[in-house]
């Protein structure tokens, strides 16, 4: 309106010309980081994988009758914290290793990455935008011609096929499982409303994991690639 153009029109044009392909970018502000995230993340490897379906249902982790003995008792066990937080795991992994893709490179990130790949087909990016995450690995993986890109692009291959073909009927157990555990839950703090302070872990740890559960079922509805 006053004929003057805007001092930072310039920064801001190049900003966004910058972060035309964002990824690149992030991945080029994040090489130094490699190291470090890759180490990170492979922390959660012992958490990550041990923590199945097969696994919580076979153990009863989230069945307060399973143990009779230690009902009583406050749960003060880091399972349930992984529990609570293993949905997120699967971002953290996904992401890491789609910025910071050399961390493929570190033992054991790339069977770390394979098995979350294994999921589900859908990475969140914001609201209801989401990206292809075994396309944009297999995009990313055609860059790497060395012996450690192309045994990537076999597990990637893999873990796409188990998860359009499988991930469905496996998260459909999960819900299955879960919803009957919340009943039961629900039955059992409505008689002994006295536990649920001792075994607020174990309820939020089987509360999160049904949120999860409810949100991949949305997230990942009539989107099958």
């Known amino acids: 309106a006053t004929g003057n153009s805007e001092a ?3 920064s801001l044009a190049s900003f966004l010309f910058e ?3 964002p990824l690149r970018k992030i991945r080029e502000e994040f090489s130094n980081l490699t190291k470090i995230i890759g180490e990170g993340l492979l922390t959660l490897s012992m958490s990550y994988l041990k923590n199945t379906t097969m696994v919580v249902m076979k153990e009863g982790l989230l069945n307060l ?10 749960v ?3 399972l349930y914290w ?22 493929l490179s570190i033992t054991g990130m790339s069977d770390l990455l ?12 914001c609201r209801d935008e989401f990206l292809l995450i075994h396309a944009e690995f297999q995009n990313l993986m055609k860059e790497y011609k060395d012996t450690v890109g192309k045994a990537n692009k076999t597990k990637i291959k ?8 499988r991930s469905g009927q496996l998260h459909k157990e999960r819900r299955t499982y879960l919803r009957m555990e919340l009943a039961n839950l629900l039955n059992f703090f409505t008689d002994c409303p006295g536990l649920l302070g001792p075994k607020i872990q174990l ?4 509360m999160a994991l049904s949120r999860d559960e409810v949100v991949w079922y949305f997230r990942h509805t009539d989107r099958k690639p």
Not at 65 to 74: D, G, I, L, R
Not at 203 to 206: F, G, I, K, P, Y
């Open 8 to 10: 930072n029109f310039g």
């Open 19 to 21: 972060f035309e392909d």
């Open 65 to 74: 009758s399973s143990k009779p003995e230690t009902v009583q008792y406050p």
């Open 76 to 78: 003060q066990d880091q």
């Open 82 to 103: 992984e529990l609570t937080h293993l949905g997120e795991m699967t971002l953290w992994i996904q992401y890491g290793a789609l910025c910071c893709p050399s961390t």
């Open 114 to 125: 394979k098995h979350s790949l294994t999921q589900g087909y859908l990475l969140p990016v």
């Open 158 to 165: 893999d873990s796409k096929t188990l998860a359009v073909e």
């Open 203 to 206: 309820l939020w740890a089987t």
